[in-house]
């Protein structure tokens, strides 16, 4: 009898080993949750589910962008010189936490006409009427770029410590101690105001128009609201070393949500 048990028994786990080793391995569908980046792995307009994202049909268009990996809303508001919240409503996220990648977001505002380049036009005024001619919101790339009458001043006292390199800098680095003043470079209104952005520690970004952002980095403390209406010189922040090596001002210029050299706009000294 026991040697029929043995040989029944023996029969069994064989069974059960042919059958692990010959059946695929089937994993349940993963959601990626990166902050306000969801994230499934293929980047196009499909989820791994198979469900066609939101905005799907307006991918590759202009003023149109497409959620990659890693990406957040206030990222993408950042590279596109757009407030987060202003995304937010445009396309309807009931939580500007959750974005997936291959969802397609407007990143311009309703009703705007954009060139293929990605860059706004508006229509151009005459006498209080719309001739319908669209005109670029930023001018021409040159050596000397118009600031729109922003009059952009340097943000802080303290020394230059670090150039704009586009590729290693996009921006200006500043010296200073901590607690020190650190000013609205223009007239503008803040659109972030906080510590969510990698790299840049406590951050303050300002909207100046529909050209211009500037951003301002690695603060001790803020000293405004998001929202809030700032006068050009007006004491914002103070100076810190928040997610940086040593105390120092990050600032940028971004044009179009473009990074520029903010040495082409400000005063020399």
């Known amino acids: 009898m026991n040697r029929i048990r043995f040989f029944v028994l023996t029969a069994v786990i064989s069974a059960v080993l042919v059958g692990c080793s010959s059946a695929p391995r089937v994993l349940a569908p993963v959601e990626d949750r990166m902050g306000a980046g969801r994230t499934p792995v293929n980047g196009s307009t499909v989820s791994e589910a198979g469900k066609v994202l939101p905005g799907a049909e307006n991918a590759g268009k202009p003023g149109y962008y497409t959620v990659q990996r890693g990406d957040t809303l ?4 950042l590279d596109n010189g757009q407030a987060w919240r202003d995304l937010a409503r445009w396309n309807n996220l009931s939580n500007p936490d959750v974005i997936e990648v291959g969802q397609v977001l407007r990143v311009a505002p309703p009703g705007a006409a954009v060139e293929a380049s990605g860059v706004v036009v508006r229509p151009v005024t005459v006498g209080g ?11 021409p790339a040159t050596a000397a770029v118009a600031d729109e009458g922003l009059g952009f001043i340097w943000p802080s006292n303290g020394s230059l410590i670090g150039g704009f390199d ?9 010296s200073g101690k901590a607690g020190d003043a650190v000013m609205a470079s223009a007239d503008g209104q803040v659109v972030y105001a906080g510590a969510g952005l990698r790299g840049y520690g406590n951050l303050i970004i300002l909207k100046h128009n529909n050209t211009f952002l500037t951003a301002y ?23 810190g070393s928040t997610d940086a090596d040593r105390v120092k001002l990050h600032f940028e210029v971004r044009r179009q949500g473009k990074p520029v050299d903010p040495a082409k706009f400000l005063p020399a000294r």
């Open 217 to 239: 980095a690695h603060n001790q403390k803020l000293l405004v609201k998001e929202d809030q209406k700032v006068r050009k010189g007006e004491k914002i922040a103070e100076m």
């Open 129 to 139: 009427e719309t001739s319908g001619k669209p005109a670029p919101v930023a001018p």
């Open 74 to 77: 206030m990222r993408i508001g």
């Open 166 to 174: 586009e590729s290693k800098n996009k921006g200006l680095d500043i």
